[in-house]
C-alpha cells in the first residue's frame, strides 16, 4: 500500500491532466519551444530528471518508479489491491522497453511475435505504446514494420521526435538467418508518424550505439563483424580451430571476433547521414562532445574548440567516459574520475561506481545492479588527497 501511494503522489496528478496520446493545440508552443532539448533512453541512462524519478526494471520485467528524493520504489499501478504479480492484470507489467515519459504520458516498446510474410519467410514488427503515468489507458502509438529494437539498444528523443537505429533481421522459410541491416528511423511522439530514413549499415551481428545531439546532428555509431558470415558459422571455425567445444567457443570468442565501425552523423536540418567529421566521440551532453585523444580524457565545448580535462593523474589510461546530468564519469584501467561541466573541475573518486544519476551534490548509485539503490554526496565520492 506504501508503494501505491508513493506513485500517486509523485505522478498521478500529471497523469490526469491526459488521457490521450496526442498532444493538445494548448501544448503545441510549447513543445515547439522545446524542439531543440534532447535526452538519451537507455537501460542505462534509467533517469528522468524532469520528473524526479528513475525507471526501475524488475527481474520478472516489472516496471517501477523510483523517487530520486526517497529512493522508494513504486511499481506503475495505482490499484490499491494489486499484487503486482507477474501473469496478473497489472499495468506495471509489459512497459520496460525503454521507457521514458513525454508530454505527462508513459512511452515504451514492444516486439511483435513472429510475423509470416506473403512469399513465406518470417519479420519481426516492434510497437510503440504510451500510456497514463500510472499504466492505464495504454494506446498504441505507432508500429514499425520489419524491425526490431534491442534492450540494450540507445534512442534518443529530441524535440517530439524518437530517433532508433532499428535491425533488419530477415529470415527464410526454413527459419534461417538472412544477412541483416541497420536502419535509422523516427517517430513523430504527438502523430505516430514513421519515418524510415534509410539503411545506415549492412552485415551480420551489426549493432548500433547512438551518441547523442551535437550541433543538431545525431552522432551515432555502427559495427558489423569483419567477417560477414553468420555468428554461429564463425563461432564453428572457431571451435574447430581451436579444439573447442561449442560451451568454450562461445566463452572465448567475443573477446577475439573482429568488427568494423564506422562513425555517423545525420543532420536533422538537411535530412542526410553523412561520416562524422568530429573525433571519435565516447559520450555527448549540451556542453561537451568528450573522446579520448592518446589516453587522456578531452572534449569539444559549444565553439568547437578542443578542451582536455585536467586533474587525470599522470599516466593513467582512460577508457570511457560517460555523461550525467552536468559531468562526465571518466573510467581509467584501476580508478574513475568525475568532471563537473559547469566549473571544469575534477575529482578522483574513492571507489569505482555503477552510477544511475546525479542530482545537485547528491549521487544515485546502483547497489548489486538494478533494482537496489542508495544516494550519496558527491563529496562522499570524492578523494580527500
Known sequence: MKHT??????????????TACGKSDKNKDSNAAQADKWRIVSVYECADYDNNICFSTQE???LDFVDMTTLEDSPVCDDPSCKHREGSDCTA??????????????????????????????????????????GANEK???????????DYDRMAIVGSSAYLVMTNQPYDKDFKELEPSLELVSVALDSGKVNNIGE???????GAWVYGLWDNKLIFRTSKAADN??????????????GLSESEAIEQYNDKAEYD????????????????????????????YCYVKDDKPCYLDKSGKEQTIEGIDDGTNVTNIATINGYALIDSENSQYLFKESDKTTSKLTDTY???????????IRTGGTPAYEKKAVSELENSK
Open 5 to 18: 501511494i508513493q506513485i500517486i503522489s509523485i505522478l498521478s496528478a500529471a497523469a490526469m491532466t491526459l
Open 60 to 62: 520478472n520485467s516489472r
Open 93 to 134: 507489467y509489459g512497459k520496460d522497453n525503454h521507457p521514458f515519459i513525454y508530454n505527462k504520458r508513459l512511452y515504451y516498446l514492444r516486439s511483435s511475435d513472429i510475423i509470416t510474410k506473403d512469399d513465406g519467410t518470417y519479420t519481426t514488427n516492434t510497437m510503440m505504446f504510451c500510456s497514463d503515468i500510472n
Open 140 to 150: 498504441q502509438v505507432a508500429e514499425i514494420d520489419g524491425l526490431s529494437y534491442n
Open 200 to 206: 545506415v549499415t549492412k552485415g551480420y551481428s551489426c
Open 229 to 242: 558470415r553468420p555468428f554461429m558459422e564463425r563461432l564453428q571455425d572457431f571451435a574447430d580451430k581451436n
Open 261 to 288: 565501425y564506422q562513425y555517423l552523423s545525420y543532420d536533422i536540418s538537411s535530412g542526410k547521414v553523412e561520416k562524422n567529421a568530429m573525433p571519435e566521440p565516447s559520450a555527448i551532453s549540451d556542453n561537451c
Open 354 to 364: 555503477d552510477i544511475a544519476a546525479i542530482k545537485g551534490d547528491q549521487v544515485i
